[in-house]
């Protein structure tokens, strides 16, 4: 198992251990996953995690489908949120993976831009990551955008 150390380099973030995620992170990971209004994380794909001071505080789930890596989702505990945890996975992903592709939330969109990712056609998103949407009760409100970030 490789671990990252990342930090902002304008000192705003603490220190962050990026991992790939293991069995024992199966609890931590549920419980981000309800914080963030996701029911169920299916199996698929490769999980990594963002820990701080000991505490799992972020995972993104990367899946690969028609040979592109989609991010699905990227979580950061509510108490994290906006000190670059968020951002550090993103790019963690990017530069392991290569082009990422995902569909964002709304609100979510300017942090994303500000990563440097773009929007998407609909048909840029696999099958059966798109598919995620149209079974989300939450789809009529939550203002989804395909993005990628190359």
């Known amino acids: 198992m490789t671990a990252l150390l990342a930090h902002n380099p304008d000192g705003a973030t603490p220190d962050v251990v990026l991992r790939e995620a293991t069995a024992s992170d199966a609890d931590a990971i549920a419980g981000l996953a309800a914080e963030a209004d996701i029911d169920e994380l299916s199996d698929r794909?490769?999980?990594?995690?963002?820990?701080?001071?000991?505490?799992t505080v972020g995972f993104i789930r990367l899946v690969k489908a028609n040979g592109i890596w989609h991010v699905n989702p990227v979580v950061v505990t509510g108490s994290c949120r906006r000190t670059?945890?968020?951002?550090?996975?993103?790019?963690?992903?990017?530069?392991?993976?290569?082009?990422?592709?995902?569909?964002?939330?709304?609100?979510?969109?300017?942090?994303?831009?500000?990563?440097g990712c773009e929007p998407v056609a609909w048909d840029a998103i696999a099958p059966p990551i798109a598919a995620d949407c149209d079974d989300c009760p939450m789809a009529p409100t939550c203002g989804a955008t395909p993005m990628r970030m190359s």
């Open 84 to 115: 670059g945890i968020g951002a550090a996975l993103m790019r963690f992903a990017r530069s392991r993976f290569g082009e990422l592709r995902f569909v964002a939330r709304g609100y979510a969109v300017p942090f994303y831009e500000a990563l």
């Open 45 to 55: 794909g490769r999980l990594f995690v963002a820990e701080q001071n000991g505490e």
